[in-house]
C-alpha cells in the first residue's frame, strides 16, 4: 500500500480518499468527483529502452486492487439493495396488516 501511495505521488495522482468529501465554506459539504487526469499511454516494456519493469508492475498491481475495491463495492452495492427490498417487502406487510385492523375496528 506504501509503494502504491507513493507511486501515486510520483505520478501526481491523489489516493482514492482524496476524492471524497469535503467543507467548501462554514456550514457545508461538498463532494466531488475524482479529477479526470490525462495520461497518454505507455508503450509496452520491450519498446522503450531502460524501461523499467517494476513501474509496469506497479500499474499492474494498482489496476488490480482498484478492481478488487470496485468488485467490493460492487458486492456491498448488491447486499444493500437485498436489505432495501427485504425492508420494503416488511414495510408492505406492516401497512396492510394496520389496515385489516383498522378496519376490523371501525366495523
Known amino acids: 500500500a506504501a509503494a502504491l501511495a507513493a507511486a501515486r505521488r510520483r505520478r501526481g495522482m491523489p489516493g482514492v ?8 465554506a462554514p456550514g457545508s459539504v461538498s463532494c466531488g468527483t475524482p479529477p479526470v487526469v490525462a495520461m ?7 519498446k522503450r529502452p531502460g524501461a523499467s519493469h517494476s513501474a509496469y508492475a506497479s500499474l499492474e498491481d494498482e489496476n488490480r486492487w482498484l478492481r478488487e475495491a470496485v468488485a467490493q463495492v460492487e458486492r456491498r452495492n448488491s447486499e444493500l439493495a437485498r436489505q432495501q427490498e427485504a425492508a420494503e417487502a416488511r414495510n408492505r406487510h406492516l401497512e396492510a396488516e394496520n389496515r385489516r385492523a383498522t378496519g376490523r375496528m371501525e366495523s
Open 17 to 24: 480518499a482524496g476524492w471524497g468529501c469535503g467543507r467548501s
Open 40 to 46: 497518454s499511454p505507455l508503450p509496452s516494456p520491450g
